[in-house]
């Protein structure tokens, strides 16, 4: 699972092999969750949470949304789909 982004101890990774649509899962600091990226022009919308507060989650959506271009980018480099 490729890491994309490293932020306030976290890091967002894309599986390979994932299904659609392009989300991302973060990572760290005993929690995980998931956000649906919706490609190109956001914003990353939370799908799902494990034991991030509300007030983390915040903070990485918007951390999300300021990388969302290279975000999208990458989740279509990894998914490549004919």
């Given at each position: ?7 306030d101890?976290?890091?967002a ?27 190109p ?42």
């Amino acid at each position: 699972m490729p890491t994309i982004l490293r932020f306030d101890g976290l890091r967002a990774v894309i599986y390979p092999n994932d299904h659609r649509p392009a989300h991302v899962h973060v990572i760290g600091k005993g929690g995980e969750a998931v956000f649906i990226l919706n490609c190109p022009d956001g914003p990353p919308e939370l799908r799902e949470s494990y034991r991030f507060k509300s007030v983390e989650l915040n903070r990485i959506a918007s951390t999300l949304s300021d990388e969302l271009l290279a975000l999208c980018a990458k989740w279509s480099e990894i998914h490549v789909y004919y």
